[in-house]
């Protein structure tokens, strides 16, 4: 059950857009459509942002969208805004009816 | 509304145990797994385990697999974390969270020190 490899940080300026990527195995994120985003601003419980790789709840704006390519997903976050900064996980169902997160990572918006 | 409330919550030392709960509101319960995730200070989020909507299933991460056990009370729209066999890594803020692929609702976390 090894943790899904994200980048430490990323950074964007206000308007642009940022990607984080999610990399797994053939075991979770590429075995499996069942990738999901959450959002956690410090001292805050997380927020869902995307399920099943490209579904955003209800409430959730449409300037959020993720994606996947083999063993790697992906959340874009376009034109950026300052409450947009905050840490955000990736997670999937595992081939061990288990399921894991991402290290994490910290968004700055500059 | 959803509402997840966790409690039990506390200081412990290491090799006891400890049992933390959290109180569900807002949606048919019985009908939903619920996951537990914790993480430990400045660290991230860590899957620990999950239970089926009528507890007949249930899955744990590799690190507490033997000393923790998750389990429900339909009737009292509760869900329960046992720990037993604590360690200084197990300090965490312990959340509760609602669903099964995904993890859409969440609790506020209650915070578990082991430490003598």
């Known amino acids: 059950q090894s943790a899904l490899t994200q980048p430490a940080s990323v950074s964007g300026s206000p308007g642009q857009s940022i990607a984080i990527s999610c990399t797994g195995t053939?075991?979770?994120?590429?075995?499996?459509?069942?990738v999901s985003w959450y959002q956690q601003h410090p001292g805050k419980a997380p927020k869902l942002m995307i399920y099943?790789?490209?579904n955003r709840p209800s409430g959730v704006p449409d300037r959020f969208s993720g994606s996947k390519s083999g063993n790697t997903a992906s959340l874009t976050i376009s034109g950026l805004q300052a409450e947009d900064e905050a840490d955000y996980y990736c997670?999937?169902?595992?081939?061990?009816?288990?399921?894991?997160f991402g290290g994490g990572t910290k968004l700055t918006v500059l | 509304q959803v509402q997840l409330v966790e409690s039990g919550g506390g200081v412990v030392q290491p090799g006891r145990s400890l049992r933390l709960s959290c109180a569900a509101s807002?949606?048919?319960?019985?009908?939903?797994?619920m996951h537990w995730v914790r993480q430990a200070p400045g660290k991230g989020l860590e899957w620990v385990a999950i239970?089926?909507?009528?507890?007949?299933?249930?899955y744990y991460s590799d690190s507490v697999k033997g000393r923790f056990t998750i389990s429900r009370d339909n009737s009292k729209n509760t869900l329960s974390l046992l720990m037993n066999s604590l360690r200084a890594e197990d300090t965490a803020v312990y959340y509760c969270?609602?669903?099964?692929?995904?993890?859409?609702?969440w609790g506020q976390g209650t915070l578990v020190t082991v430490s003598s």
């Open positions: 969270a609602k669903g099964w692929l995904q993890l859409d609702y």
């Open positions: 807002g949606f048919p319960f019985s009908s939903y797994g």
């Open positions: 239970i089926s909507y009528d507890g007949s299933n249930k």
């Open positions: 053939s075991s979770d994120v590429g075995g499996y459509n069942y």
């Open positions: 099943e790789v490209n």
């Open positions: 997670n999937s169902y595992t081939s061990s009816s288990t399921w894991v």
